[in-house]
């Protein structure tokens, strides 16, 4: 917000601040705090909520106290208005021809792919060049969707079992899934390459792998099925973080419950004290709990194997204190996980919090967060790139079809499949394998994937970049030539 001035060795406090309270998170001398609670008006628009002073904005810059309103400092953006920074998709070359599937592969990679295809689409003369080429620097990420500790971000992957193959690292973690790097150029040059590879084949024929996380969990992973971690598996996938659960279900919580705490790894809620209790105009409940606040009734907790993805093994753990004067006896408590898998429901009594049957709106509002989880499954995408010597089975002139490719004119699938072409050089994609016809990705012992591509584009472009025209064959002629 620019706010902080540094003259000398002090710093000093200017006009504009708007009490979000990030100096008091990331300074390491703990020099700061509030003297008192603003009195500008609060922007609601996320749970930073920030007070912003009259002509000021807010630390997102997005909006402004104007008059003592908040506003959004900005006009609304038509779809006419950003069309240029959108890729053209012509809905001509969208699908190929035919697919690579069985049609061979060229080496040495000068010559034509093994097929050059033309047809008619409405009117327009269409060319598909398919092979199935050879792709040595590639690798899958896996996703598991899970809210079980599984280790630390940045750790090695190993096969299960005997020699420790290192084939991977558990590369992060995003809103309820992790994220597992196997192979990629590096592994797969390495002495334990080969046995990367195999592994990654394995998974993409559909079979059962067991890989064990340096310091961490074993996993049993299929892809489309739910994942098994040291043993066990969760049936369904959260909804969403803490806060978004509270976001979501606040209405319910509110009858649940006096205070409902939502426990996960990313950002634990303390409900009473979220944007959203106060929204419902419930009252503060006199708990307080651990962990590091993010921003009102958000919290950082540790990560590891207790309940929802953190350190917490018994509910009770996470709170750190009870002003007694405002959960009175007679006052209730629900703690949960985000999936609704594991809760415990409290009452105060003279003694303390003690352990009670499920009210009704509190089974009701468990009932609805089960419901709106998804099941767990474990998913794969191969990220390759055909930017390289496979080009010019399509073209003389292999940085024309790179351009082509990034520019919408020229559509590359995989089996059929539509990947994700990364932006920037070369022509590196995502594809989900599980769009990809079973058993059209072959392993050898470069080791290297094999895979089904196809180019598709008007016959003009193929001209354009510089492709082997005289290697076309018509369609029908090529659908014939597999009918016999």
Known sequence: ????RLQGKKIYLTHGCVNCKT???VCPRGVFSLEAESTHPRCDACPVMCSIPEGGYGACKRYKNQGGMIKREARLISIDEVKGCISSKDPLIQEP???GVGSGTTYPDFRPSPLIVSGVRDGVDVVTVVTEAPLSYSGLKLKIDTDQYIGMEGKRVFVRGRGRRHVGHFCTEEYGSKILSLGGVNILTSKHGIFAAKAIHELLLGKEMGFVVEEGKELVVQIGKRPVIDGSSEDRMRVGCGSATTGLFAPLMAKAADEVIVLDGHITALFTEHPCG???GVKPSGIAIKGVKSTDGRYFLEKGDGWGGTDIKEPLEVIAHIDTRL?????????TE???ERWAYYEMAEEGLRERDLTEEAKEFLRVLRDTCEPTRVSGIFAAG???????GVTKNPIRLTR???KGEVEITIGGARPFILPGGGINFLVNVEEIRFGSIYLTPTPSFVLPVEYTMRLETFRAIGGHLDAIRPLEEVVKGLSE
Do not use: D, E, N, P
Request: charged share 15%; net charge positive; proline share 0%.
């Open 278 to 280: 106060r929204y419902l």
């Open 23 to 25: 100096c008091l998170r």
């Open 327 to 335: 959960f009175k006896k007679g006052s209730t408590l629900l703690i």
């Open 386 to 392: 055909v930017g390289g010597s496979a080009r010019a």
């Open 338 to 340: 985000t999936t609704g």
């Open 404 to 406: 082509a490719v990034h």
């Open 1 to 4: 917000m620019g706010v902080l």
């Open 97 to 99: 021809l035919i697919t």
